[in-house]
């Protein structure tokens, strides 16, 4: 089934705890992004990569690193999570340039960080 | 980022009744899509629209792409129980670059 798949769905830590949540896609998309969802806000990028090795912010980047060192995977990492991080993540994947597509985007991973 | 107005914010109704829903920004935009958010998931392509003035149907649902291309709505028809979920328009112009409205979320009573 083709799907993006990210791990975990739920994840409750500390402040200042290191964490990375994991994002795999078996489409062998080129375009993939992060986004988070806070209420009355939508989702908003945090960063996204058009392919191995290129990646770019998006309008929330700060306090967030990410990597695309395979194609398939695109981690998120929060090297000091505050609480303000706390929300519902999304990565999504796209096949090609432009909305053409559209993403296909992944169940989501709740994020609480205390 | 970009902004994107999207109204209403909820909207509850009865089964069976039409649904109206649109997005606004101050900027021009190349694309407008329409998403579907069931509870605890990810949000689900609905329609996809390239070009102003485009009226697309799928199904029950129809979405146009505003003539100033500054705007959007989607329509539902005949709504039913498992239309229940958020909305979210999103605007793309730049590569690759999607902004979304803040979603309108729907209640539908059988």
């Known amino acids: 089934e083709a799907q993006v798949t990210q791990n975990p769905r739920y994840l409750i830590t500390v402040t200042g705890k290191k964490l990375t949540v994991t994002c795999s896609q078996n489409m062998n998309h080129e375009y993939m992004s992060w986004y988070r969802q806070d209420p009355g806000l939508g989702l908003r990028q945090i960063y996204y990569s058009m392919n191995v090795e290129v990646t770019d912010k998006g309008d929330v980047p700060e306090g967030y690193k990410v990597s695309r060192k395979e194609k398939r995977n695109f981690p998120l990492i929060l090297e000091s999570p505050s609480p303000n991080q706390t929300s519902l993540y999304f990565c999504?994947?796209?096949?090609?340039?432009?909305?053409?597509?559209?993403?296909?985007f992944g169940s989501g991973t709740r994020l609480t960080v205390v | 980022g970009q902004q994107l107005n999207q109204s209403p914010q909820s909207m509850f109704i009865q089964e069976g009744e039409d649904v109206s829903m649109n997005c606004t920004s101050s900027?021009?935009?190349?694309?407008w899509l329409w998403y579907k958010q069931d509870p605890g998931e990810g949000p689900v392509l609905l329609i996809a629209l390239y070009k102003a003035g485009e009226l697309t149907s799928n199904g029950r649902l129809t979405a146009q792409f505003g003539i100033t291309r500054k705007d959007s709505f989607l329509n539902i028809s005949a709504s039913i129980p498992s239309d229940v979920g958020i909305y979210f328009c999103a605007g793309q112009y730049n590569f690759n670059k999607f902004y979304f409205g803040s979603g309108t979320k729907l209640n539908v009573k059988p």
């Open positions: 900027s021009i935009f190349n694309t």
């Open positions: 999504a994947s796209s096949p090609g340039r432009g909305a053409t597509y559209g993403y296909t």
